[in-house]
């Protein structure tokens, strides 16, 4: 087991426990123990164990242990033992922690999903002590938004997971090729299960097998079959393919999906005499096609090979026919990014080591945006501290030609729709990001008049992270983006496709959208560490998905080019109230 494995599971016992009413001492270092597993990069238990075993607390070091010798440990076969399945369930809802499921369960006596469903509809829930009316309306919209989302995980989560499992099976003998599959191969920021491909040179039904019962799986549901749906200890979810060499090509294709975009393939085949089956192509006559690779697949159905990334069944097969399909952007269309906290806020880099980090990455800016004053819970800057920030700003940009620092700020939309900092404070930067980090409950007409009124304040050069959605865990707030979108291509106003993998916010849905009304967007890493700036490889498969073009993208401009869209209704602002005064 490695020691991310390890740290899911150390959560789960935390959970656990707090869920039987333990003294909350109990939990404390196993707790301490999780964060910290998490934090680090993932390597094997045995390592760590021998390495670093005076980190932990001696009953953490007893699980770990057993983790390593056994893959499972007894504690927390005992507590799930004891733990009535529907609570897991009920941890899954949000808002709802293991202190309230305790209360629910030992007050009204649920153990079910469905039973709490059901009390907070007839209005028990609601008389429970500390609950109320209010939190047994969020507890059914938790259920309601648990069903929806399933067990989820974030793109990088599953892709590592998929890289991990793609590596061990190359490893198997009888493997002459592995792909990834599904979600993650399609870049859908969030996935549900990794999905595999493997090509077997002999016994496919063996090579499942065998994978089924490898160290770290929990549990497996098709074995002897060639398709097996495997669980792993941390809950991650695995649907493996064994097929043979021949059937490699259609069975990647279908497994990589979508489901539309398949079916829209098969009709296009359908139409040339072709059926494509479960694991190939055949003819009319009934023979297999043969099939070198992916592009040849298409071509045999009258197509230009797809991206995965397009395969959404969003009309990409049509645009493809006509000749309509967009160049899509790539990572090396970016020349600097916009959106980066450093020390001054809560970012964890200076701006130098950010600077040179970005250089580093082939881009010829930064601009450094932190918080601004009202953010008070990221540190965000008093006007004093701007002054320092500019001329440390000044004094790193004397040290480069061929880079350029930008100052830039990511401000408050303040509830009443004005921004952070008086005028002659935000006349200071090259760009203003804007963005709501407060109030975020109001109703959809509110939140929309108060981000319309801030887009019409000519400082405003980008809307940040546009729908404040964390995805899995906060849903978007209430906001009219048609209108937000249309207001902001009228302004030029460019709208942020946040790239830190918890936002991706812009949905790449509705950033489909914005080449409708013209609107620009910025791809922004929301960078709080160097390593962050490898954020937008993220955002560029996003923007892919979203059909989006170099053009359409505004950091793929020089920082000149950039600087003048950002301050370009500033200055025709001060230009109109001269033209007035002489
Ligand atoms: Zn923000
Ligand atoms: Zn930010």
């Known amino acids: 087991m490695d020691s991310r494995s390890a740290a899911h599971l150390l959560h789960e016992i935390v959970a656990l426990l707090e869920l039987q009413g333990e003294d909350p001492a109990v939990p404390a270092p196993f707790a301490d123990a999780a964060r910290s597993l998490a934090a680090d990069e993932a390597r094997p238990l045995a390592e760590l164990l021998k390495r670093d075993k005076r980190r932990f607390a001696p009953e953490v070091v007893e699980v770990l242990e ?123 920021e969030t996935v549900r299960d990794v999905e595999i491909v493997a090509a077997c040179g002999r016994d496919p039904e063996a090579v499942a097998a065998t994978f089924a019962r490898s160290p770290g799986v929990r549990d497996s549901v098709g074995s002897g079959t060639r398709e097996v749906s495997i669980r792993f200890d941390d809950g991650v979810r695995l649907q493996l393919h064994c097929v043979t060499p021949e059937q490699f090509v259609v069975t990647w294709f279908r497994a990589t999906g979508s489901e539309s975009h398949v079916q829209e393939v098969a ?53 493809a026919a006509n000749g309509t399909l967009p160049g899509l952007i790539s990572l090396s269309d970016i020349r600097g990014v916009l959106h980066c906290h450093s020390q001054y806020s809560d970012g964890g880099a200076t701006i130098a080591e950010l600077a040179a980090a970005a250089r580093a990455r082939g881009w010829s800016y930064l601009g450094v945006s932190d918080h601004s004053q009202s953010a008070f819970y990221a540190g965000g800057l008093t006007a004093e501290s701007l002054v320092r920030q500019h001329e440390e700003i000044d004094a790193i940009n004397a040290s480069f030609t061929d880079f350029r620092v930008l100052k830039g700020v990511e401000a408050d939309i303040l509830p009443c729709g004005r921004i952070d900092y008086p005028v002659e404070v935000l006349d200071r930067f090259d760009y203003v990001i804007a963005s709501v980090h407060s109030r975020l409950g109001m109703n959809e007409k ?29 849903e978007p707030y209430a906001i009219n983006m048609d209108a937000i979108l249309a207001r902001a291509g009228e302004l030029g106003v460019a709208v942020e496709l946040n790239a830190d993998p918890h936002r991706l916010d812009l949905d790449w849905r509705l950033a489909k959208l914005a080449g409708a009304y013209d609107t620009k967007i910025e791809i922004g890493p929301d960078a709080h560490s160097v390593d962050g700036l490898d954020n937008m490889a993220l955002g560029i498969g996003m923007a892919r998905k979203a059909w989006l073009t170099a053009a359409d993208v505004i950091n793929t401009r020089s920082a000149d080019e950039f600087v003048e869209f950002a301050t370009r209704r500033r200055r025709e602002q001060t230009a109109a109230m001269v033209a007035k005064v002489s």
Do not use: N
């Open 446 to 474: 509110q939140m929309t008049d108060r981000v319309l009124k801030a887009l019409a304040d000519p400082h405003m050069s980008v809307l940040g992270h546009p729908t404040g959605r964390l995805l899995l865990t906060r």
């Open 66 to 188: 057993q983790f390593r010798d056994d893959g499972d440990a007894d504690l927390l076969d005992r507590l799930r033992e004891s733990t009535p399945e529907g609570l897991f369930e009920m941890m899954r809802v949000p808002g709802l922690g293991p202190s309230r499921i305790r209360r629910i369960h030992e007050g009204l006596g649920l153990d079910t999903l469905q039973e709490l469903e059901e009390a907070a509809r007839d209005g028990r829930l609601a008389e429970l002590p500390r609950f109320g009316a209010r939190t047994a309306e969020q507890v059914l919209r938790g259920i309601a938004w648990l069903k929806e989302s399933g067990a989820q995980i974030l793109l990088p989560h599953g892709r590592a997971e998929a890289e991990r499992v793609l590596a061990a099976l190359r490893r198997q003998p009888g493997v002459v090729r592995a792909e990834i599959a599904g979600a993650v191969r399609r870049h859908c």
């Open 267 to 319: 009709a296009r085949a359908a139409l040339r005499g072709l059926t494509l089956g479960a694991h190939d192509l055949r003819d009319a006559s009934g023979r297999p096609v043969e099939l070198a690779d992916e592009p040849a697949l298409y071509a045999a159905c009258g197509l230009p090979w797809m991206t995965p990334e397009l395969r959404e069944g969003l009309g990409e097969l049509a645009a």
